[in-house]
């Protein structure tokens, strides 16, 4: 009878840790919830006859591309620092670490 009880609190225990850690980057995820906001609020601005809808369009297009840029500079600074870092262990060494800046900077304003 122990065994059951026990297997079951197991069971349990794996269940809850498994579904936890499955749906933590979904709840970390809260950046993407302001947009929807964000978007909200301008429907509700259209729906008001305040902005028409290309002017609705329009602003949306801005403010994707804004988020963009952000996202895209976040993930240079990211890249670069990796970068540093390695020069920084002496994987690298100051010419070596601007030839793959250089390229890295490149890769991103080709993307």
Do not use: C, H
């Given at each position: 009878m122990?065994?059951v009880?026990?297997?079951?609190?197991?069971?349990?225990?794996?269940?809850?840790?498994?579904?936890?850690?499955a749906i933590?980057?979904l709840?970390?995820?809260q950046?993407?919830g302001?947009d929807?906001?964000?978007?909200?609020?301008l429907?509700d601005?259209?729906?008001?006859?305040?902005?028409?809808?290309?002017?609705?369009?329009?602003?949306m297009?801005?403010?994707q591309?804004?988020?963009?840029?952000?996202?895209e500079?976040?993930?240079?600074n990211?890249?670069?620092?990796?970068?540093?870092d390695?020069k920084?262990?002496?994987y690298f060494?100051?010419?070596?670490?601007?030839?793959?800046?250089d390229?890295l900077?490149?890769?991103?304003v080709?993307?």
């Amino acid at each position: 009878m122990w065994s059951v009880i026990l297997t079951g609190l197991f069971l349990f225990v794996v269940i809850y840790l498994s579904v936890r850690l499955a749906i933590s980057p979904l709840v970390n995820n809260q950046e993407d919830g302001a947009d929807i906001k964000d978007d909200m609020s301008l429907v509700d601005l259209r729906d008001m006859n305040v902005i028409t809808n290309t002017e609705l369009e329009d602003i949306m297009r801005l403010y994707q591309s804004k988020v963009m840029n952000d996202r895209e500079k976040e993930r240079y600074n990211k890249y670069s620092k990796v970068l540093t870092d390695l020069k920084d262990i002496e994987y690298f060494n100051e010419e070596v670490l601007n030839e793959k800046l250089d390229i890295l900077k490149s890769a991103m304003v080709n993307k």
